[in-house]
């Protein structure tokens, strides 16, 4: 059986076909790989140069108009002016870590904490995805005393050493870490009851875990799986 593309493969510019490419595109892709190099992802068969963005769109430099459906960093839209104001009178007073006292960081939490349940009552602030799900595992491992992680089979969970290890998308060869076991979310039948389903592969991949004398520190999922495909329902 022909093995299957990791969904980042499927959607990734070739380098080989950089000849190929206009003129202007290729000239930036280029200069992408003397400055950055290769292992720097780019999407689509012909990347796009993308100069600014406005609410929901994006636009090249041709000023050709893209819903932007695909960027996973905004969620609220490109260039928000409230965003933007905020942005900029906070880089005109102060910009600084959090080992200092500041309220600002205080109201912050406050207001984020007000919309969680009440067993909730601690931030720890990251700044990127791959470094927040590295303190989870950290967390998770030290209050359980415990180092299996349980993913799904397209898991795409970030760049750090520790959550390269727990995202099977990013495995280039081999087999995953002994102490991650992985649920095959894409051989459910379709006749199975989704939540009982994966109920029971958790509970599965937990006894294997013990079996190995490794212990469930955790099972790590993108809420909607979108790695694997999408599984939005049932809740």
Not at 53 to 67: A, I, N, S
Not at 100 to 112: Q, S, T, V, W
Not at 205 to 217: D, K, P, T, V
Request: hydrophobic content about 40%.
């Amino acid at each position: 059986m022909e093995k299957v593309r990791g969904i980042l493969d499927q959607n990734a510019f070739s380098m080989a076909h950089i000849d190929k490419a206009d003129a202007r595109i290729g000239a930036l892709v280029r200069k992408r790989l003397e400055t950055v190099g290769p292992t720097s992802m780019l999407f689509y068969e012909e990347p796009l140069h993308i100069v600014r963005g406005e609410r929901v769109w994006l636009f090249d430099d041709q000023g050709k108009r893209y819903l932007d459906v695909y960027n996973n960093v905004p969620s609220i839209g490109h260039c928000h002016p409230r965003v933007v104001q905020a942005v900029a009178e906070q880089m005109g007073t102060l910009n600084v870590h959090n080992r200092y006292l500041h309220e600002g960081i205080h109201r912050y939490a406050e207001r984020l904490l007000d919309t969680l349940p009440r067993a909730l009552n601690r931030l720890v602030m990251m700044c990127t995805g791959s470094e927040s799900n590295d303190m989870a595992l950290r967390l998770a491992r030290g209050w359980t005393g415990r180092q299996g992680i349980i993913v799904t089979e397209a898991a795409y969970h970030g760049n750090t050493a520790a959550v390269t290890e727990v995202s099977p998308s990013s495995y280039k060869q081999g087999t995953p870490p002994d102490h991650v076991h992985i649920l095959p979310i894409s051989r459910m039948s379709e006749q199975a009851d989704p939540a009982v389903w994966f109920a029971e592969q958790v509970r599965y991949g937990i006894e294997q875990l013990e079996a190995r004398g490794h212990g469930c520190a955790a099972l790590l999922v993108d809420s909607i799986f979108s790695s694997d495909g999408i599984y939005a329902d049932p809740a």
